[in-house]
């Protein structure tokens, strides 16, 4: 447990914590979404209910995701009550719930009960639904065209802080009609630097007891922390990686993720291999393309010879530009040409733009600008 006014770690030893504005642990509210089955049982016996009634708690909340304890109207009265004094289900209000004018993209921003902003984007495609979930308020890497890393990492989000996003978007996707059928780890912060509770979150979310959330549709993002790829490789449950590369050498890829100056290419390919080898799953390559930093021909075939002969797929994402930084996206010629040269080096890749650019929902720009509104400084940036 951390004392009042120590920074949080970002549970990475080599990565120093910057000065933070938080709450220790001890004072954040626990809820429903913190508990394991087996703790929640422990809970509800402790206060004298019968052990059964834990695990129809978990079906309303993981199968009918219902939205309070007063939705479960087969649990007596006096056990909602308690859990309602006890418990609560969710401990992030929404305070901002915007769509886009074609009603496909969804950004639910939070406050966490010590006072922190959170943001979760839900994006419906025709043939599936999409959660990109939040895991830290800030991030400790610090990406150059990245607006999360740019006030450096505040905490960690706990596994049901996470879990909360994804149970709420399942319930908007059901409100719309649709099935949540994907999540990845695209929002704020770096999965692997807050790996347990990212862990305990995306095996909860699996568990066929509760949401029932296959592995195969549930994707992990990272700048690539090394280590952590092969602990992840470890895992009994087959999630997908996304690795972010950006570019296909030390000196460029170093001046726009800074881990790759304590994890370098060559490392991070190997872990990447590794990889590939103990899961037999394909590895897909995030590459935020910029006009005039890593969209050239030269670079697009760097990139391919370096990735000849990997199990991979790259996601070409044309930047969305953050307003305080100087970086920018290349024209429509430029980043058709760029995917074209992977191609035909036979490196399979596709274009994806971002959603949700309207509402501030795009990769990168989650940043709680709320945040900024609320302390008067959007003007001044
Ligand atoms: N920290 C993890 C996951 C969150 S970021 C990671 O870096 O992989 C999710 C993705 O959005 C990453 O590929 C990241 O590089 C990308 N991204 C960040 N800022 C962006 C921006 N301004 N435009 C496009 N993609 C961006
Ligand atoms: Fe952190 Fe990912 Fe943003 Fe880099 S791109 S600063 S790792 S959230």
């Given at each position: 447990m951390s004392a009042p006014s120590t920074p949080e770690s970002t549970d990475d030893p080599h990565l120093a914590p910057k000065p933070v504005r938080m709450l220790p642990r001890a004072q954040r509210p626990q809820g429903l979404y913190d508990l394991s089955l087996e703790e929640l049982t422990a809970k509800l016996v402790e206060a004298g209910f019968p052990a059964f009634r834990a695990k129809q708690v978990w079906h309303w909340v993981y199968r009918q995701l219902a939205p309070d304890y007063d939705a479960m109207t087969n649990l007596p009265a006096d056990l909602r009550a308690w859990l309602n004094a006890n418990l609560p289900l969710a401990t992030m209000p929404v305070i901002r719930d915007s769509a886009t004018d074609d009603g496909e993209t969804h950004k639910l921003l939070y406050q966490t009960?010590?006072?922190?902003?959170?943001?979760?984007?839900?994006?419906?495609?025709?043939?599936?639904?999409?959660?990109?979930?939040?895991?830290?308020?800030?991030?400790?890497?610090?990406?150059?065209?990245?607006?999360?890393?740019?006030?450096?990492?505040?905490?960690?989000?706990?596994?049901?802080?996470?879990?909360q996003q994804t149970i709420d978007a399942a319930r908007r996707a059901r409100e719309v009609g649709r099935t949540l059928t994907n999540l990845v780890m695209m929002g704020m912060g770096e999965p692997l630097q807050n790996y347990g509770p990212s862990i305990?979150?995306?095996?909860?979310?699996?568990?066929?007891?509760?949401?029932?959330?296959?592995?195969?549709?549930?994707?992990?993002?990272?700048?690539?922390?090394?280590?952590?790829?092969?602990?992840?490789?470890?895992?009994?449950?087959?999630?997908?990686?996304a690795v972010s590369l950006h570019a296909p050498n030390?000196?460029?890829?170093?001046?726009?993720?800074?881990?790759?100056?304590?994890?370098?290419?060559?490392?991070?390919?190997?872990?990447?291999?590794?990889?590939?080898?103990?899961?037999?799953?394909?590895?897909s390559f995030e590459y935020a393309l910029m006009r005039g930093i890593n969209d050239s021909d030269e670079i697009a075939t760097e990139l391919a010879a370096l990735l000849k002969g990997r199990l991979c797929h790259v996601n070409i994402i044309p930047l969305n530009p953050v307003d305080v930084l100087p970086y920018e996206r290349p024209d429509p010629a430029g980043i058709e040409r760029f995917a074209e040269t992977l191609r035909n080096a036979g490196i399979p890749?596709?274009?994806?733009?971002?959603?949700?650019?309207?509402?501030?929902?795009?990769?990168?720009?989650l940043r709680a600008k709320h945040e900024r509104e609320r302390e008067g400084t959007l003007a001044e940036v």
């Open positions: 009960g010590d006072g922190q902003f959170v943001e979760t984007v839900l994006m419906l495609y025709p043939d599936r639904a999409t959660v990109c979930v939040s895991c830290q308020i800030g991030c400790a890497v610090g990406c150059a065209f990245c607006a999360t890393g740019l006030g450096g990492l505040t905490r960690n989000l706990s596994a049901g802080e996470m879990v305990t979150f995306l095996k909860r979310l699996n568990d066929a007891e509760g949401f029932g959330f296959g592995a195969r549709r549930m994707t992990v993002s990272t700048s690539g922390i090394v280590p952590r790829i092969d602990a992840l490789a470890d895992e009994p449950i087959q999630l997908n990686l030390d000196e460029l890829r170093s001046s726009l993720v800074p881990i790759n100056n304590r994890y370098p290419i060559a490392e991070l390919m190997a872990a990447c291999d590794r990889y590939i080898a103990k899961t037999g799953r394909r590895v890749a596709t274009v994806r733009y971002s959603r949700g650019l309207e509402i501030d929902a795009a990769c990168g720009q």
